[in-house]
Every structure is written in C-alpha cells, then in structure tokens.
C-alpha cells in the first residue's frame, strides 16, 4: 500500500541497532526513534522477556514468560538466573548451583554446563536463546523487520571471561555486536539525556543477580565514567537465598532429607521466597506459601518487613562498602556526589532505598523505570554508534586491573583498575636461555597481590622469536583494552620486526570452533522460525493492502486513469491469490507486497487530494 | 621531544594534534609512537594547566572515539581504538605529576626508575617508622582510626614536600642528561614509596567499615 510520508522504518534495517539489556531476571530490547530512546514491545506485551527457559519433554524449548509460567508447575525443568554462570567454572558457582533444578557438568575449556533432558546446554548457548527472543519481540514490535546489529549491556563489574561470554552468546543467537556496554553506564545515559543533567552521579545499579555502583560526571553529552565497584554475585537472588535458608531450616523438622536437598524442591522454595520479597516491598509483612501434594505438605510461615530486613542487612552492606571504595577511587568525598540514580529491581526494596539515601545523604532518583533504563541507555549507546550524533561522548573505565604473574607467584600490574578506556599498555619481554624461540605468560584479572587469588584471563603462549642469545631478543607484548572492556594481546619481537605469535588458552570460554559449531545448530532454527513469522506477518500486511485497496478504488476509483487502473487491478488479483491456500515462502509475499505498494501509489496521492493534506500527513491509505 | 610537524592525508590542513585532523576529521597513524604532551599539541613541561589539558582531551575525543566509527570499516575502527588509547594515556600522564615526572626524566635522557631505585638518605629513617605503623595497623583486627587518620596526615605532608621538590628540579626543564635528573628521580621515587603507602592506609581505613572484614 502506498505510504503518502516515507515510513522510516520501511528501509531502515540497516540503519537500526537494537540496545539489549541481558538481565539475570528479565531482558528486554529498546531502539532510538524520533529523538529519544524508546522499549520495544510488541502490541499488549510489556516486552519484558523474563530470564527463563523450559524444557519440555520434546521439542523446543519455551524462553521468557511462558517458561516463567512453566516453572511454577514443573521447576525441575525450568532455569533461570543463567547470566551467574556465565564465564565460570563449576568450582565458583557452587552457591548458585544449589538452586539449580538439575545436573551441571564441566566442559574441557572450564565452561559450566547444564544437563537438562539428556543435553549438555552451555551458559552461552542458553543466554543466545534469551537473546534470541528479545530479538524476535523486538523485530516484531518493529513491524517484522530483521535488525542484527546489536548493543548489548554487561554489569559493569563483569571480568573478562565474563564479557567474552556474553559476546559469545550474541554471536550464538546470529546477532552482530556493535559493543557490550556496562549497565550503569547505560542508565545513566538514558537518565543524562533524559533530565539534562550535569554534575556528578552516582548510579546504584542493584539487579535479579549483580551489584554495581558507578561514579561519573555528567557534563554538556559527555558520560566520563570516574569509577565502579561492584560485585557479579550480589542481587535479588541472593536476597530470595536467605529466605529460603530460614524455610530450609524450618521445614528441615517436617520433610525428610531426601527432599530438602532436591533439586525441584529447592527451585519451588526460591520462586516462594521472591513472590514473598516482593510483596514485602510493598506490603508490612507477607507470607511465604509453599505447596507440595505429591508430599502432602502445605506451608506457610509468615515475614515482617522488620524480620526479613534483618536478614538482608549484611547484603546491603556489602553495596554500600561497594560504594566507599568506588568514591576512594574516584578521590571524591560524598559531599560531592550531586545526583544518586537507582538502577535494578532490587532497588524497589524500600531498606537498600533508605540504606543508599541515608549513606549518600540524599533522596535518590528514581524518575526512570529501574526495569527499563539500561535497556534504553543501551539504545542511546547504538544510535551513537550508528553515526546518529557526536552530541554524547561515553568515557568508561575498565573496572578490574589486569596483570602478569611474575617469579615467585606476585602480580606485576599492566593496567590499573579504573583506567579510562580504550587502554594499552605495552611491555618488554625478553628469554633467559640460548636460542630460545618462546616465551610463557599468565594474564591475570583482579586486585590481589598474588596470581593465585586473582582470576586466570589465560596462559599466552609467545612463540616463532628468532633463535638469539639469552636477554637479546625484545619482544614487546601489547595488552589493549578496547572500547567494550575487552583485552587482545599482540606481540612483536623488535630486533627482527616480526610478529611474534601469541596463542591463548580460554579459562572458563568458549573456543572459535565451539561458538561456531553452536552457532549453525541455533542459528539455523531461528533461521526458520523468523522467516515462517514473517511470512505470516506478510500475509497479514497483504490482507490489509487489498481491502484498503479496494475500499480506495471505491471512493476515488473514477478519479484514475485506465491504464493506472487497471495496473492496481493486476496487482490486486496477485495480492489476493497471496491470501489464500498454503502460506507462500517469504521472498514472493516480499514482491507481491511491494508491487501492491507500488501501484496503488497514484491512489493514494489521489485520496491525498481529495481529503485535508494536514489530517492525513503521516497516514498510510490502510489508516484513511 | 620535538613536534612531528605534518599534514593531513585527507584535507591537507597542518595537524594540530598528530592523531586526528581537526579540520576533516581524519584518523592519522602516526610513524613512530608519540610522547604524551605531542599528543595534546602541548610542548613538554613539568608544569601543566589541568583545565586545559582536560579541554585538548576532550576536543580530540570528540574527533577519536571509537564510538564515532561504529559503521567504518575495521582497519578505521582498530585505528580509532588505538588513537584514543594513546589519547588516554597521554590525559593520564599530564594530569598526574609523578607520571609526568617521569615521563619528562626519561625523555631527558635520566634514570629510570630500574636504573636508580635510592631516595633522598634523609626519607629512609622515615620509611622505616611508616612501615612499622602500617605493619602494626595491619596486625591489629581493630582499627584505630585516629592513629591511620594521623598516619595519612603525615604522609600526605610529606608528599606535598616531596612534589614541591620535583618542581624545583624540573621547572623549567633541566638540561637533557644533566645530574639535576637523578634528584628528580630520588624524588620520584619517594613519590611512588608515599602512595603506595597512601593506599595500603586507605585499604585499612576501608577494611574498617567492611562487613566481610
């Protein structure tokens, strides 16, 4: 049908890039349009795709809100809270692997793994599927439109490992990742723009599964990050965990072991504890209800506020330490913080709320949906990047120092925490043995003294330097931290100019070959999904074409010339051949769309004419 | 430490800074890997305007960040990150006097920090007493906190002293490879010695509100 104002949307795919917030407990998608950021969300649908994937028993898994549905009636296979385990091994997820409904294994490169139905599900893969159904809420609020290009947000306290993971996972859900910026920094963007601010902030940033707080200054579109703290294991869930420590306790006198250590049960338990905390939020005191008819028990045990706040005392403190340290890095005083702004769902509970305004000493902002900003910072951050406007400059830090372990197991620092990036340091390195062609290094992330208390990023080997006496080679090894907080390492030995080689060993990652061979067994089925939607989407388009078609030919139909007329005809026989019997593939829906488009052009200038131009600017004939 | 004096590949029009054009925008590579101060379009000095030097960053980000050359291809994208590492760094180097300091004393042809590790013999006595208050601070599971606050005041003192001394050595700038740079970096050194400190006192005065400690 033809549009009398060129729809932006119409060929705009590949100027469009999605902001995604990858939540521990939602996710959601927003897109920049007309001037400001906005939440994509299909017609009567929040667009909030909660964090959750059911296996059924055959077939596909279900993502979001119906696996959320599904995990009330069979927890055990339901996961959620996948983002904890994203970059670790199975030896520091123990705490969160307890509310897990099933086995988890270990691949060879370190990587968790979920055994779920007889199949081995990586963090990463599971975290694409997630991704995956954003995406396809987010082009469906998008009229069908496939967007690739992607901003994707990661809790800015997120390591390494941690980031490439999340990189990885958009790379298995067939997304394009402009950059992976931090959540805090995301919000603050969206709150930047939106209230025009200046000044200093900070952003207190607590979600379903990480802390962060994030200091910066705020001054005519430039966003310079000044310092972060955080923490990737502090959020909602532990808040749920200590409820259900007081259930397990309690109920340890009315079910048998067996049961308390199971792993369905446990997943029931958590999901009581969050209903219960939040109705806390709102609510002096709440019950937390448990029912179990296959064991005959029905439970109930009664919070007050006052009780369950106690309880959460020692979490909370751990993000107002969170908060002195990132005030110490940034050499500034808590007098000097203007603004305080509350990111994050946990930020609803009304103790974090008083505990952050009584430490700031100032009521925080609280203007922008928790549940939303960072989504739609992440937009601000892709319509930058899509050469939309220099008006907003984003300065961020790298939130962990990176290292190299020297003799004797101490951390010789590269890169100091808080260091704006991108950053690059470069170091000499040169052999102790006769002919020695390589050279062995192990990068660290962390603030510890010793390598063994930080985290392994990897072993880099350093091979292919010319056979020389011991202490002749130079080979200088660079450590470049690029704009998405994300290190490579290049080597060159400088008597001979040669590119040295640098082979990494991923800790806790995932190899090329691994994302590659994942992404052909996801990618492909989305492949199919998406065009079997957009086909439909088509058809519908078409139905809607053909009547508005011919309600225009018989309003203005004598108004045409012959020879439009009967051009509007033709395509209106292809048109209605498209709606019916089996749906036809998308790429010939595609043309007869377009040529409907075309030829009824002249129709709707001519309805143009005969009506108010001011009523209609903007309408297409379907809207008349 | 002399300016590489060139011109846009692109418009033609001098370069104000060598990695960017100020008047088209384009990304320069420059030949060899320039000094910080070169990169702002600054002549070397220990003494520096910290407004100004923000103003120069800020101006060339605008022209750098990679964030502006999302849609470029890769080789512009690799440059843009590596043009703003550089700018970073150089930002880094000119707003903090001990790094300037000792980026200027090895441009001049001094020590390095490697090559002459003694301070000032006078500090050393001192050194000893500090360490031993942070090693009993440490030692002690409860914080005096009016003992570390006194501590910090002493150190803090003493580097304002230490970083008045550097400006006396290097301001104007001593001569290349003249003695004056082995006492700028004796002084230097106590510099380094005094913030590690610094940090460790304030680890400790953190440790004292820490709910983990």
């Not at chain 1, 809270?81 to 988890?104: H, N, Q, W, Y």
């Not at chain 1, 090894?477 to 001979?496: C, P, Q, W, Y």
Request: net charge negative; glycine share 8%.
């Amino acid at each position: 049908m033809g549009f009398i104002e060129l729809n932006v949307l119409n060929n705009a795919a590949q100027n469009i890039a999605l902001g995604i917030d990858l939540g521990t407990t939602n996710s959601l998608g927003a897109m920049w349009k007309d001037g400001r950021p906005i939440v994509l969300h299909p017609e009567g649908d929040s667009g909030y795709v909660p964090s959750a994937i059911h296996f059924p028993e055959k077939g596909m898994p279900a993502v979001g809100r119906r696996a959320r549905e599904l995990a009330l009636v069979d927890p055990a296979h339901t996961l959620m809270s996948i983002k904890r385990f994203m970059g670790r091994g199975l030896a520091e997820t123990r705490e969160d692997a307890a509310s897990v409904p099933c086995a988890l294994s270990e691949n060879e490169n370190g990587v968790v793994q979920f055994e779920m139905r007889g199949r081995k599900f990586t963090p990463q893969e599971l975290s694409a599927l997630i991704l995956m159904k954003v995406h396809d809420q987010a082009c469906k609020a998008l009229g069908g439109i496939e967007v690739t290009k992607v901003v994707i947000t990661v809790p800015a306290y997120f390591d390494e490992a941690q980031r490439q993971a999340t990189r990885d996972a958009a790379r298995i859900a067939g997304l394009d990742v402009l950059r992976i910026i931090n959540e805090p920094t995301a919000a603050s963007l969206a709150y930047g723009l939106d209230q025009r601010k200046q000044g200093t902030v900070a952003v207190f940033d607590l979600g379903g599964g990480t802390f962060d707080v994030s200091i910066l200054s705020i001054e005519d579109g430039v966003f310079q990050v000044l310092a972060t703290h955080g923490d990737t294991h502090l959020g909602g869930d532990d808040f749920d965990r200590m409820l259900v420590e007081v259930a397990r306790r309690e109920l340890s006198a009315l079910l048998a072991p067996s049961v308390l250590e199971d792993r369905a049960f446990l997943q029931s338990l958590r999901l009581a504890a969050e209903k219960c905390k939040i109705e806390l939020s709102s609510a002096p005191e709440a019950y937390m209800h448990l029912a179990m008819p296959e064991s005959g028990v029905q439970w109930r045990r009664n919070f007050t506020r006052a009780e369950a706040e106690a309880l959460w005392a020692p979490l909370i403190e751990r993000t107002i330490h969170s908060c002195q340290r990132a005030l110490a890095d940034a050499k500034l005083k808590v007098a000097q913080i203007d603004e305080v702004v509350l990111v994050g769902g946990s930020t609803r509970i009304p103790a974090v709320r008083e505990r952050v305004e009584r430490f700031f000493n100032r009521k925080p902002h609280v203007e922008l949906n928790p549940d939303e900003v960072v989504a739609l910072g992440a937009a601000v951050q892709a319509h930058v990047l899509m050469g939309g406007t220099r008006e907003v400059l984003l300065m961020d830090v790298t939130p962990l120092s990176l290292g190299l372990e020297t003799m004797g197991g101490a951390v010789a620092k590269i890169i100091n925490r808080n260091s704006t990036i991108p950053c690059q340091a470069t170091e000499g390195f040169t052999t102790y043995a006769d002919s020695q062609t390589g050279i062995e290094f192990h990068i660290v992330q962390g603030e510890r003294e010793l390598a063994k208390d930080c985290r392994t990023l990897g072993r880099f080997k350093l091979s292919g330097i010319p056979p020389m006496p011991a202490g002749m080679p130079k080979v200088a090894v660079r450590f470049h931290i690029d704009a998405n907080g994300m290190l490579t390492v290049t080597a060159k030995e400088e008597s001979t100019g040669k590119s040295a080689r640098i082979e990494v060993q991923p800790m806790n990652g995932l190899t090329d070959e691994q994302v590659e061979g994942m992404l052909n067994a996801a990618y492909r089925h989305a492949r199919d999904d998406f065009d079997a939607r957009r086909a439909a989407d088509l058809r519908t388009e078409i139905g809607v074409m053909v009547r508005a078609t011919e309600r225009g030919l018989t309003h203005a139909g004598a108004g045409l010339d012959r020879e439009t007329g009967l051009d509007i005809e033709e395509a209106l026989v292809k048109g209605r051949a498209a709606l019916q019997g089996p749906l036809p593939d998308t790429s010939s829906l595609q043309r007869v769309r377009d040529e409907l488009e075309r030829a009824t052009l002249p129709l709707a200038a001519l309805l143009m004419d005969s009506v108010a131009k001011s009523a209609l600017s903007g309408k297409k004939l379907s809207e008349v | 430490m002399n300016q590489a004096a060139t011109s846009c590949a692109s418009c033609g029009a001098a370069l104000e800074f060598p990695l960017a054009c100020s008047a088209c925008g384009t990304l320069a590579a420059p030949e060899r890997e320039p000094g910080p101060f070169e990169v702002l379009g600054l002549a070397p000095q220990y003494f520096v305007d910290a407004a100004d030097v923000k103003k120069r960053a800020l101006r060339l980000g605008r022209l750098l960040h990679p964030d502006y050359f999302g849609a470029a291809d890769e080789a512009t994208r690799a440059l843009a990150e590596r043009n703003t590492a550089r700018l970073n760094r150089a930002r880094d180097v000119l707003l903090d006097a001990s790094a300037r300091g000792d980026w200027l004393v090895r441009a001049l042809g001094g020590p390095s920090e490697n090559e002459q590790r003694e301070m000032p013999k006078a500090f050393l006595l001192e050194v000893l007493e500090w360490n031993q208050q942070l090693e009993e601070a440490r030692a002690n599971a409860a914080r005096d906190h009016a003992r570390l606050e006194a501590l910090r005041n002493d150190l803090e003192a003493q580097r304002a002293a230490a970083l008045a001394a550097l400006a006396r050595v290097l301001e104007p700038l001593p001569q290349p490879a003249s003695p004056a740079l082995r006492e700028a970096r004796a002084q230097l050194n106590v510099l380094r010695y005094l913030d590690n400190a610094l940090a460790q006192v304030e680890a400790l005065e953190l440790d004292t509100h820490s709910p983990r400690a």
